[in-house]
T-cell receptor
Framework: NAGVMQNPRHLVRRRGQEARLRCSPM?????VYWYRQLPEEGLKFMVY????????ESGMPKERFSAEFPKEGPSILRIQQVVRGDSAAYFC????????????FGDGTRLSIL | SQQGEEDPQALSIQEGENATMNCSYK?????LQWYRQNSGRGLVHLIL?????REKHSGRLRVTLDTSKKSSSLLITASRAADTASYFC???????????FGKGNQVVVIP
């Protein structure tokens, strides 16, 4: 399967724990995007990364959230000290990075905070 | 920040009928894209239309863009039960690949 792969599909954490969400982009894509979707709402942009570089993190909360896309391995979205309000579906997308290209999405990670 | 707004929010139609959804946005854009999301899944790209284009077709889908009115429409012709999904428009304001999504249209096609 050469599509965008996200894992885990479902993640349950207790308040105060850390959540790590992983995303492997589509083959040949070097740009990764993370979005958050609350129930009954559209996706909200969080962060845009290239290998070893954060291009745009203007949608990321200032505290507790971080993202990386290392030279080797998947992109990671990390949420520290999770709170109930972090419960959402987190989607990763990838693209070649050139303008006017569609983004290809994974099936998301559904994060539930107890 | 830029955000698409779809209208109507929910649509229920009989199989074989056409479904039309509209999307409006607030600032100038580089391109506008439509995506489909089935329940519990990720988004699937349908059509990208650039700011200098007015209409685009893909199979049973037709998208129009009116930059003077800052609006777009998605038409699904001869709908099928498999078209049941949520449909989102998303705008790329500066060609920087940062997409701003609307809240989505839920479409139910009754067999």
């Amino acid at each position: 399967n050469a599509g965008v792969m996200q894992n885990p599909r479902h993640l349950v954490r207790r308040r105060g724990q850390e959540a790590r969400l992983r995303c492997s982009p589509m083959k040949g894509h070097s740009h990764v995007y993370w979005y958050r979707q609350l129930p009954e709402e559209g996706l909200k942009f969080m962060v845009y990364l290239q290998k070893e570089n954060i291009i745009d993190e203007s949608g990321m909360p200032k505290e507790r959230f971080s993202a990386e896309f290392p030279k080797e391995g998947p992109s990671i979205l990390r949420i520290q000290q999770v709170v109930r309000g972090d419960s959402a579906a987190y989607f990763c997308a990838s693209s070649p990075g050139t303008p006017n290209q569609p983004q290809h999405f994974g099936d998301g990670t559904r994060l539930s905070i107890l | 920040s830029q955000q698409g707004e779809e209208d109507p929010q929910a649509l229920s139609i009989q199989e074989g009928e056409n479904a039309t959804m509209n999307c409006s946005y607030k600032t100038s854009i580089n391109n506008l894209q439509w995506y489909r999301q089935n329940s519990g899944r990720g988004l699937v790209h349908l059509i990208l239309i650039r700011s200098n284009e007015r209409e685009k077709h893909s199979g049973r889908l037709r998208v129009t863009l009116d930059t003077s009115k800052k609006s777009s429409s998605l038409l699904i012709t001869a709908s099928r039960a498999a078209d049941t999904a949520s449909y989102f428009c998303a705008t790329d304001a500066r060609g920087n690949n940062r997409l701003a999504f609307g809240k989505g249209n839920q479409v139910v096609v009754i067999p």
